[in-house]
Structures are given as structure tokens and as C-alpha cells.
T-cell receptor, first 114, second 117 residues
Framework: KNQVEQSPQSLIILEGKNCTLQ??????????LRWYKQDTGRGPVSLTI?????NTKSNGRYTATLDADTKQSSLHITASQLSDSASYIC?????????????FGRGTQLTVWP | EADIYQTPRYLVIGTGKKITLECSQT?????MYWYQQDPGMELHLIHY???????EKGDLSSESTVSRIRTEHFPLTLESARPSHTSQYLC????????????????FGPGTRLTVL
């Protein structure tokens, strides 16, 4: 069964600290993996997208890594800010259909305290 | 910033009412999607469209219906709302033709928070 599991479910950190969010997936075949940021009451916004051949990709203070062999990804946030408080969703796409089906994780709820 | 709009943003309505959630985009994207999301849960695909006059049901069974008469509009309709329909509904688009390329990204609207009393 194709699944995307994220950990931790929730995380609280102090402003200025770093944190790492985890994503494990069993989706096969694999096309790409994306990390989205979803603010409360808003739609998700794409942070990074990585294909099979990419190991790391950065977007400002966000750095995503991908290990396609172990089917694991992480999102590292450096020097956290209050505005980083949001849900971070891992999304994996297969290439088994013309739709390019997406599998969503439940997200990690990050709270940054001052 | 993706140009995708949803109205209304919030809707509280009584059981049995007919409602239409609007979604429009100005990017000219062929593919559009409707997702349902409950708090703390993953997004579930309920409808999608490859283009005008193309609509398909998604993974999650839904009593809603959709139409795609114009590229830029993808409205979702509930003929008779029930409390079980209370949820957040997210509209999304994906650039390019059918057959997603690895670099395509889904752009999401701000969502409609529906509450059925």
C-alpha cells in the first residue's frame, strides 16, 4: 500500500533554533517528492520538489534531502522564525498513471515560540 | 504567487441547502483538482479535471459534483448539504498537459471552510 508517514506529528521549538522534519514513504514507482508549507486556514504552498536523482535542494532557510534508496526525506529549517509556525506536508508522486497521482502525508505541525 | 481563487472563504449553512464552492484560476492551467481536508489529516482527492468538459472522481468518495465548462473555472456543488460535509475544501491547479512531468507543481487556493449545521 502506497503511504507517506511524517514525524513528528507536532513540534515546538524556540525562535532561532533549527529543526528537522522527517518523511518516510512506500510509494512505488516514484516520480518526485515535494514539501509544502500550510499556514492555518490557507492552502499549501510549495517549498521544494525533488526527483529521483536529486539528494538535496534548498529554498532559503529550508533544505530538503532525499534518499531514494531508503525512501526517506527530511526538511531542515535553520534559524527558525515565528512565521515558520505552520503545518509542513510531505507529498510523493508516482509515475504509474497519466494523472501522476499524489500521496499526502498528514503533516508535521510546527510551532515556533518567541 | 499562484493566481488561484476560492469563494467563499468561510460558509456556515443549514442541512439540506444546495451550495456551490467557486474556484477560478488565471494561469491557463489544464489540470484542476478538488481536495477535502479535515484538521490534522491528509488531503484527499475528491475530483479532478484534465481540461474543459473533462471531470473525474478522485480517491475519496464524495456526494459533490463538479463541472468544467471553462478552463479557468472549476466549481464544486453539493445538492443537499449534511453535517458530514463539514470540512475544508481546497482547489488546486497543475500546469502542463495530461501526463505530469516531474517538475510540475500543484498550486493551491486558500480553501473554503464549510460548516454544515
Amino acid at each position: 500500500k502506497n503511504q507517506v508517514e511524517q514525524s513528528p506529528q507536532s513540534l515546538i521549538i524556540l525562535e532561532g533554533k533549527n529543526c528537522t522534519l522527517q518523511c518516510n514513504y512506500t510509494v512505488s514507482p516514484f516520480s518526485n517528492l515535494r514539501w509544502y508549507k500550510q499556514d492555518t486556514g490557507r492552502g499549501p504552498v510549495s517549498l521544494t520538489i525533488m526527483t529521483f536523482s536529486e539528494n538535496t535542494k534548498s529554498n532559503g532557510r529550508y533544505t530538503a534531502t532525499l534518499d531514494a534508496d531508503t525512501k526517506q526525506s527530511s526538511l531542515h529549517i535553520t534559524a527558525s522564525q515565528l512565521s515558520d509556525s505552520a503545518s509542513y506536508i510531505c507529498v510523493v508522486s508516482d509515475r504509474g498513471s497519466t494523472l501522476g497521482r499524489l500521496y499526502f502525508g498528514r503533516g508535521t505541525q510546527l510551532t515556533v515560540w518567541p | 504567487e499562484a493566481d488561484i481563487y476560492q469563494t467563499p472563504r468561510y460558509l456556515v449553512i443549514g442541512t439540506g441547502k444546495k451550495i456551490t464552492l467557486e474556484c477560478s484560476q488565471t494561469m491557463g492551467h489544464d489540470k484542476m483538482y478538488w481536495y477535502q481536508q479535515d484538521p490534522g489529516m491528509e488531503l484527499h482527492l475528491i475530483h479532478y479535471s484534465y481540461g474543459v468538459n473533462s471531470t473525474e472522481k478522485g480517491d475519496l468518495s464524495s456526494e459533490s459534483t463538479v463541472s468544467r465548462i471553462r478552463t479557468e473555472h472549476f466549481p464544486l456543488t453539493l445538492e443537499s448539504a449534511r453535517p458530514s460535509h463539514t470540512s475544508q475544501y481546497l482547489c488546486a491547479t497543475n500546469g502542463g498537459l495530461a501526463g505530469e512531468t516531474p517538475t510540475d507543481t500543484q498550486y493551491f487556493g486558500p480553501g473554503t471552510r464549510l460548516t454544515v449545521l
